[in-house]
């Protein structure tokens, strides 16, 4: 056994290892060798099993690319302690109903670790313990989370999240927040740069660079010109601060930043949640986001009064079954002040979005949610609030549903825009304003001249 590799882990990693509570979080600076000191965490507990006791680690990673750097730390750790494993190097079909792939590892004792990509199938009807990679940086936190908690927690074994901050009010910090409340049962841990630095991070680095067998001793003047260096290489302050200093930021990757949506805010608009008390003789524009059980349905009105779109209503609506949603719209479009009517037409709402084409003709346009459409849908509408051209009530639950969206650049540079799903629902007032907002950019197909019919005779 090479007892020199052993000398590479800094206090605070050991810390991590040493951890025994059910359920563990750990916001960290980059590139501190998190994943790495995971990786000897699991294989250590694994190989020292008897083939009786046998058990399954299942770790999940934003992308199969960084699961496998993963399964190559356990490979490397399992060698420096000659623990008896077997890894293919390359993904296996663990779930052919579901497509799901991912990299196995295999002890002599009969356990596994399984490191996958970022789907909440991926946990179902599995068993073992869990680690969540970069946890703020998945796309689904919470359904993830349901998932994985069950996995391990239901039958004792223990729960790891770790990641990069990524923003205020993601899952991974809301649970943050409520272990140091003492809200929820579980551990925390936070490392900085600066933290790991006075561990004595730097000298590892030093060691592994000069294939050292010891520690190197303190040196503060190195280590301050080290972080000076990581510090003058940042682009801004924010960079700096998520991506070493744990300090999450509210607009890190939102696409409507709080100074954009309260800059639009307005305390004494003229609302109603009546569609029929809305006025006849005005040009109103309204978009409508479909839902039935889990989200929130919503419809959001706006009046165009010169160039500015000012908010009339905004109605929200749960567990409405779809004719009374459908008998609203119909409400609503009966009302010869309403231009146009876009509703989201993507799965549930596809068939009412054909009845209503049929009934209102070129007053209704369906639209289908995909992601290049979101972007068409997002976008004017961001543009919009940079130019102050609409007005939203001063509300808070307003507030944070259209600061929700957040821009996301996938490894294929393609943007996508999503939100969490919490409580409040999934960002469906803002798809709702985005709607009515396209409903008032749309030009409206020209509207036919009447045709006159004489009686016979005349």
């Not at 100074?259 to 639009?264: A, F, N, P, S």
């Not at 839902?291 to 779109?309: F, H, I, P, T």
């Amino acid at each position: 056994m090479n007892d020199a590799v052993f000398n590479l882990l800094c206090p605070f990693q050991l810390a991590w290892i040493n951890e025994r509570s059910p359920l563990a979080l750990w916001e960290k600076s980059r590139r501190i060798g998190a994943t790495w000191v995971q990786a000897l965490a699991v294989v250590l507990d694994l190989a020292g099993r008897e083939a009786s006791n046998k058990l399954s680690y299942w770790h999940s990673s934003a992308d199969m690319t960084a699961s496998s750097e993963f399964i190559g730390y356990c490979g490397e750790w399992a060698g420096v302690i000659n623990a008896v494993a077997k890894c293919t190097g390359e993904p296996e079909v663990i779930d052919e109903a579901d497509a799901i792939s991912a990299f196995v590892m295999r002890f002599a004792n009969g356990s596994k670790i399984v490191a996958g990509s970022s789907n909440p199938k991926f946990f179902r009807s599995k068993g073992g313990s869990v680690g969540l990679d970069e946890f703020d940086f998945h796309r689904d936190q919470r359904e993830l989370f349901k998932a994985a908690h069950a996995t391990a927690m239901f039958w004792g074994y223990p729960l790891r999240a770790w990641s990069t901050v990524n923003g205020e009010g993601t899952v991974m910090d809301q649970m943050c927040r409520q272990v140091q409340a003492g809200t929820m049962k579980g551990a925390y841990h936070k490392t900085t740069i600066e933290d790991a630095v006075a561990d004595g991070i730097v000298e590892r680095i030093i060691m592994k660079r000069k294939k050292l067998s010891y520690v190197p001793e303190p040196d503060d003047g190195a280590r301050k010109a080290w972080l000076e260096e990581l510090r003058g290489t940042c682009p801004d302050q924010q960079t700096w601060d998520q991506e070493y200093m744990c300090i999450r930021r509210a607009d890190n990757s939102s696409l409507l930043t709080y100074d954009l949506i309260q800059g639009c805010e307005e305390s004494n608009l003229t609302l109603t949640d009546d569609v029929q008390k809305l006025p006849a003789d005005r040009s109103l524009y309204a978009g409508y986001d479909v839902a039935r059980k889990k989200d929130l349905s919503v419809l959001w009105v706006l009046e165009r009064v010169g160039d500015v779109y000012w908010t009339r209503l905004v109605r929200t609506m749960q567990g409405v079954n779809f004719a009374a949603q459908e008998g609203l719209l119909n409400v609503l479009l009966a009302n010869p002040g309403v231009k146009r009517l876009c509703l989201d037409s993507s799965g549930m709402g596809m068939d009412l979005a054909e009845r209503l084409k049929n009934k209102w003709s070129y007053r209704f346009e369906g639209v289908n949610f995909t992601a290049p459409v979101k972007a068409e849908l997002a976008l004017p509408l961001l543009r919009c609030f940079q130019d102050r051209l609409v007005r939203i009530p001063a509300a808070g639950e307003v507030r944070e549903d259209l600061h929700k969206i957040r821009k996301v650049v996938t490894a294929a540079n393609n943007i996508r825009f999503e939100a969490e799903h919490d409580e409040s629902g999934h960002a469906d007032r803002f798809w709702a304003l985005a709607l009515a907002y396209h409903a008032a950019d749309t030009k409206a197909a020209p509207v036919r001249a009447p045709l006159t019919y004489k009686p016979a005779g005349w």
